[in-house]
């Protein structure tokens, strides 16, 4: 009963809007120089594969524009703004879980073939700074420490059950509990064009990121186009302006892995592991609808493998909402 009514819920999410990518699900929102508090929700219910990853939830905040502690404006002083000009930065904070699973849920032995059964539940401090970057060319840099925890604190067995009308049997296999760290850094782009009257445009967003810690050691690289009506300024740094406008995208994404802790296995006591994918991709498609200081938006999401024995790619569906305030 209650998966069929999370599935309904989360089909009527999907027939709102659709939003296809990840990067853009979670900084839709960063032109704004006022607060943001935004929720996201990934689930892959609806494509009714109920494996790998399976279930993620972060709930976000981002300051008004030059709101920083003293401290940290000193120490983003401090920090260069390599090819770009740091005219507007934001703190922010985000907590999170991740719910990871092998494909068989009902097997209460270890599935040595599949991945391992893992949570993730972290808080994330973060600072972003943007600014313009010569000619049309913007910048928006992000850094963030995520910090959390894996194992049973992560609360990933009892987030999973409320779901499921029958438990999972082999979280008993789950990886054991670790505090773990990820530094993380992420540079976006943005090209934009623009009609005579300012209204419809298009825009290409190619973006690099590096991440280093004992959750994730790798580096990405992807894009996407977007095109639509009063597309948000994301990477403003003046006066916003509030107007209802919808776009349409699609986003490629490329990774290079050289450690994932939910694939490799605990850092300092053994478990479960299995051999990751070095390089691995994504794709995501969609539409997202803005409505002055509200943006709803859900989204599907395309995963190559991510270990060398998944035999084919996973998938799963985010909805999203942000308000402005």
């Given at each position: ?164 009308e029958r438990d999972p049997a082999g979280w008993s296999h789950q990886l054991k509990t670790e505090l773990a760290f990820a530094l993380r850094y992420q540079r976006r782009y943005r090209i934009a064009w623009r009609s ?28 996407v186009l977007r095109a639509g009506y009063h597309i948000p300024n994301e990477f403003g740094t003046g006066t916003s302006r509030l107007r209802w406008g919808a776009y349409v995208f699609a986003g490629l994404n490329g ?71």
């Amino acid at each position: 009963m209650r998966s069929s009514l999370i599935q309904a819920a989360l089909w009527a999410g999907v027939g709102i809007v659709m939003l296809g990518s990840a990067a853009t699900l979670s900084q839709a929102e960063d032109g704004w120089e006022g607060h943001i508090l935004t929720v996201n929700l990934d689930n892959d219910i609806t494509a009714r594969t109920d494996r790998h990853y399976t279930a993620g939830t972060r709930l976000s905040y981002l300051s008004a524009d030059e709101d920083l502690p003293r401290w940290l404006a000193r120490l983003s002083g401090a920090l260069p703004a390599w090819g770009f000009e740091n005219a507007a930065q934001k703190w922010g904070l985000e907590v999170g879980q991740h719910i990871y699973t092998p494909a068989d849920l009902n097997r209460s032995e270890l599935q040595v073939r599949d991945r391992p059964y893992a949570g993730w539940l972290y808080l994330s401090p973060m600072l972003q700074r943007r600014g313009p970057a010569g000619g049309p060319v913007r910048v928006m840099e992000t850094l963030r420490l995520e910090l959390g925890l894996t194992g049973p604190p992560s609360l990933a067995e009892q987030a999973q059950d409320w779901v499921h009308e029958r438990d999972p049997a082999g979280w008993s296999h789950q990886l054991k509990t670790e505090l773990a760290f990820a530094l993380r850094y992420q540079r976006r782009y943005r090209i934009a064009w623009r009609s005579a009257d300012g209204a419809w445009g298009a825009e290409l967003l190619p973006q690099l990121a590096a991440n280093l810690g004992t959750v994730d050691v790798s580096l990405a690289a992807g894009t996407v186009l977007r095109a639509g009506y009063h597309i948000p300024n994301e990477f403003g740094t003046g006066t916003s302006r509030l107007r209802w406008g919808a776009y349409v995208f699609a986003g490629l994404n490329g990774r290079w892995v050289l450690h994932n802790l939910f694939l490799d296995g605990n850092t300092f006591c053994a478990s479960h592991r299995v051999d990751h994918t070095p390089a691995c991709g994504q794709f995501q498609a969609g539409l997202a609808l803005v409505l002055k200081r509200v943006e709803i938006a859900a989204a599907h999401t395309f995963l190559s493998p991510e270990f060398t024995a998944q035999p084919e790619w996973d998938q799963f569906s985010s909805g999203f909402l942000a308000v402005k305030f």
